[in-house]
């Protein structure tokens, strides 16, 4: 009974010895929505507990469901990596993007389907920051990333920890938490993440084109992709929430509109007055739009806000007004048979994705824990870490 007396009081001592340090960690921020999770243990804390007691790590439940190969690399990454390299980083991140949202909130949207197409493809990696060269095809000149948007965002926040922490941090790390702050200020949960992603040398073109999930599969599609990075049913239904924010472009389900699967007529399971709602945004002869004009800055940064709006025609996701929560009305949505994109629709086909759909429109408490638990998943794919991989200097360009 001692015994257990002793460990009780020295699992308290610890946690407040936690909750006292690493201060540069931006999961203390008491503005932050949160979730629940157990903070990752100091050095000096990690060695005690390791002699004393099974201490769990905030990221493995987050790992089920992955190969080893990632389970290796993610567990490789150490949370506030740069706490001495390069302090300043994680916040000229968050402030760089609270800064762009005041003034243009198609950040977050942006730059949380940049990090989805970088880490779906060979991991999180920025391999689809590189430009195309003489000798590689860049990922992000490939049909389904022609309309990825948020690159200048990131080369902004690059080039200002360059100044202060010259070829320290990964374009990689700077992805993901940038995206992450994104949905912060679009009302998306928090989420705490390690650091110590490299960069690839490589761009991954025919990867790009052929391994991202379309927007016009079937449920059994979209849970082959998923299901060929980890991904389970329950986190293919919370992650694809993410298209609760955003545009989505006339050109992704044109043909649920007038030509549904070489039918020249609609998907037939299409409310006829959500038909015509959608034909009212999309013609038929979809064509790119007056670019609308740059958004004026408040600030001395020379970022283009421009390039954060699309020429290309789309349905902004929330078209019947804010939702009351992230997540809610998207799959609100989905029950009424009102989904934008086909496989989205298609969640409801199945009996154990329908059961989600359906758990999340009634409980967005729980869509934004679950959501918050796969974007961490999402983030680990396939991480390279030193001494694999490199910190470019400027994230469109290997080293």
């Not at 329950?234 to 549904?260: D, T």
Request: net charge negative; with cysteine; glycine share 6%.
């Amino acid at each position: 009974m001692d015994c257990i007396r002793k460990l009780s009081l020295l699992t308290v001592l610890l946690c407040i010895y936690i909750a006292l340090t690493n201060p540069n960690a931006d999961t203390m921020r008491k503005n932050s929505p949160s979730v629940l999770w157990f903070p990752p243990p100091s050095r000096f804390t990690r060695n005690l507990s390791s002699r004393l007691m099974s201490w769990p790590r905030p990221y493995d439940g987050y790992l089920n469901g992955v190969d080893s190969a990632t389970r290796d690399s993610a567990e490789s990454l150490e949370y506030d990596y740069y706490r001495e390299s390069c302090p300043q980083a994680e916040k000229i991140i968050r402030e760089t993007v609270r800064q762009i949202y005041s003034v243009h909130s198609g950040v977050a949207p942006a730059l949380l389907r940049l990090v989805f197409h970088d880490c779906f493809i060979k991991g999180c990696d920025a391999s689809v920051l590189l430009d195309s060269t003489q000798v590689m095809n860049a990922e992000k000149d490939t049909p389904p990333n022609e309309t990825l948007k948020g690159f200048d965002v990131i080369d902004v926040i690059k080039a200002e920890i360059e100044e202060v922490c010259p070829s320290v941090v990964s374009c990689a790390d700077i992805l993901v938490l940038a995206a992450r702050e994104g949905l912060l200020m679009a009302g998306g949960p928090f989420y705490p993440l390690s650091t110590g992603r490299r960069d690839s040398t490589h761009s991954y073109a025919d990867l790009a084109t052929y391994q991202l999930p379309s927007p016009y599969g079937d449920l059994s599609d979209t849970i082959a992709s998923f299901g060929s990075r980890g991904f389970d049913e329950r986190e293919i239904v919370n992650l694809l929430g993410a298209h609760s924010i955003g545009v989505i472009h006339c050109k992704s389900f044109q043909s649920r509109l007038y030509n549904f699967s070489g039918t020249n007529e609609p998907d037939p399971s299409l409310d006829v007055g959500f038909l015509d709602l959608m034909r009212s945004k999309c013609s038929k002869s979809v064509s790119a739009s007056p670019s609308l004009s740059p958004v004026p800055s408040s600030s001395q940064s020379s970022f283009d806000f421009s390039n954060l709006t699309s020429e290309e025609p789309g349905v902004v996701m929330n078209y019947e007004g804010p939702s009351s929560g992230f997540g809610t009305l998207y799959y609100h949505r989905l029950l009424q048979g009102k989904g934008v994109l086909y496989a989205d629709q298609q969640l409801m086909v199945g009996e154990e994705t329908g059961s989600w759909v359906r758990a999340y429109a009634s409980d967005v408490s729980l869509f934004r824990r679950d959501f918050a638990e796969t974007m961490m998943k999402l983030s680990n794919l396939q991480v390279l870490t030193a001494p694999n991989g490199q910190v470019r200097h400027s994230c469109s360009k290997a080293a």
